[in-house]
């Protein structure tokens, strides 16, 4: 549902009714991760898709249905050898997709109404959701801030409602969406109770540190994969607005400075493109020493052999050398700033998917390397 905020909080400011299915888990290959959305209202508009195509057309029926009787559906979809392209995910996967109308008159309206407001407004917020369990607590749901604070809840369970909402902030600090089980009443033990937890926080960020035409590139590469971007460079002459019109924020400060200052964390992207010691050192110093997601630098192998070696008189331990991506990106064979752009994206995305970098074909490796959280059937990550 929140994957599709800014849609949805505009139909509940217009009074509109409308059904909602979500992906709640995926089994194999599948085009769209948990969390995933398509919403319905009464007009018969559409927004958000489950499957890229596989099963919308079901799905869309379901939520008409949900509009008319009231009712909390889980469905699941897998590959149909008879029948794959009319009803089946022709990717072979399997997905459990849930079914929730948000009428005027349902009592997780206003519990779901806060959580689109404030994902749609780029605050942190989880939302839990009965997937399996009595009748009685389908539909409800519980809505956690970044400050651990929540509303709505389960009815007569505050027990529930507390362990649920404890739960749910675990997953908002990850960052992660997903399904979880426990009991019934809140405990470990009893009729188990399954909930699916949906996560929205701020978009993760990436740094570009080097005023160069190599940083205007990725900074449109890094936008088109959902980050914050920030320019840092010392000199301001470089790090004008005109050179770089998409970059959500331009900083004019030494490097190794505005990183001491900002703020990071374990989804931020650290990407040197100075390739000048006078920069690199003080800063890559202290970005390996970050829970940072990734740390990147440009330069030739000549440049990083010379760059290790002051990092080590510097301090840097071996094991905070190996952190580094450095030449940065993958062997892409890349030349123009696009391309090396594009393949400095791509590591990134590699290293937070846990790929190879190799090449699909051929391989016999999974596509997709989403591996489930202890405790969790499947979630992903932003």
Do not use: N
């Amino acid at each position: 549902m929140l994957d599709i905020a800014e849609e949805l909080d505009r139909w509940v400011r217009q009074g509109r009714d409308f059904a909602v299915a979500t992906v709640v888990a995926v089994d194999g290959s599948a085009p769209r991760l948990p969390g995933a959305a398509l919403a319905v209202d009464t007009d018969g508009a559409a927004v958000g898709s489950v499957s890229g195509g596989c099963v919308e057309g079901a799905v869309y029926e379901l939520c008409r249905q949900a509009l008319e009787d009231g009712g909390t559906v889980l469905e699941r979809f897998g590959h149909s050898d008879e029948d794959a392209f009319a009803m089946g995910l022709t990717c072979g996967g399997t997905i459990d997709v849930l079914v929730t109308p948000v009428r005027a008159a349902d009592p997780a309206r206003p519990v779901a109404a806060a959580a689109l407001a404030t994902a749609a407004g780029g605050g942190a917020a989880a939302l839990a959701r009965i997937v399996t369990g009595p009748p009685e607590l389908a539909g409800r749901a519980l809505l956690v801030r970044a400050d651990g604070t929540y509303e709505g809840g389960f009815a007569a369970h505050p027990e529930l409602d507390r362990t649920v909402a404890a739960e749910a902030a675990a997953f908002l600090d990850a960052g992660r969406t997903g399904t979880l089980e426990i009991g019934e009443r809140g405990s470990r033990c009893g009729t188990p109770l399954t909930l699916f937890v949906e996560s929205s926080v701020p978009p993760p960020r990436m740094i570009v540190f080097g005023a160069i035409d190599f940083a205007s590139a990725l900074v449109r590469a890094g936008r088109f994969l959902g980050y914050h971007v920030t320019v840092c460079d010392a000199r301001p002459v470089f790090a004008t607005r005109t050179r770089f019109p998409e970059a959500d924020e331009i900083v004019v400060e030494w490097p190794h400075r505005y990183l001491d200052r900002t703020r990071t964390d374990g989804r931020t992207a650290l990407c040197v493109l100075t390739h000048d010691v006078k920069f690199d050192v003080p800063l890559l110093q202290r970005a390996l020493r970050l829970p940072v997601a990734y740390v990147g630098a440009m330069g030739s192998r000549r440049t990083h052999l010379d760059r290790a070696d002051r990092l080590r008189e510097a301090g840097v331990s071996e094991l905070e050398l190996a952190r580094l991506r450095s030449p940065i990106g993958l062997d892409l064979g890349a030349r123009t700033p696009e391309e090396t752009a594009l393949s400095i994206a791509a590591q990134i995305v590699a290293d937070r998917r846990g790929g190879s970098g190799r090449p699909l074909a051929g391989a016999h490796t999974p596509i997709h390397h989403d591996d489930p959280a202890p405790g969790v059937r499947i979630d992903s990550a932003v």
